[in-house]
Nanobody, 116 residues
Framework: QLQACGGGLVQAGGSLRLSCAAS????????MGWYRQAPGKQRELVAV???????NYADSVKGRFTISRDNAKNTVHLQMTSLKPEDTAVYYC????????????WGHGTQVTVSS
């Protein structure tokens, strides 16, 4: 239900744009975000955008990454600039809904590799 694309290999200082398409208009009610997992590390939050458009970023990407969503198209994007080798990871698209519990949907990961 979540299809991510846009990963690849880029040199340090370069840019990449990740996109995630959600099937089903219900996702317009969901918060959406990007997480990443580097080899040997736990999955971590990169950025989230609420249904209303408010955003939150990991400190490590603030000022370099920008998350955005298009509710009409059920898409979320992550524009990544000034990439660093430590940004290398598998990036996962996430959709979540928090009521009395939290429901998460995950897309297949897309590899981002930043060479030094």
């Amino acid at each position: 239900q979540l299809q991510a694309c846009g990963g690849g290999l880029v040199q340090a200082g370069g840019s990449l744009r990740l996109s995630c398409a959600a099937s089903g208009s219900i996702f317009s009610f969901y918060g959406m975000g990007w997480y990443r997992q580097a080899p040997g590390k736990q999955r971590e939050l990169v950025a989230v955008v609420a249904r209303g458009g408010s955003t939150n970023y990991a400190d490590s990407v603030k000022g370099r990454f920008t998350i955005s969503r298009d509710n009409a198209k059920n898409t979320v994007h992550l524009q990544m600039t000034s990439l660093k080798p430590e940004d290398t990871a598998v990036y996962y698209c996430n959709a979540h809904l928090v009521t009395s519990t939290r429901v998460d949907y995950w897309g297949h990961g897309t590899q981002v590799t930043v060479s030094s």
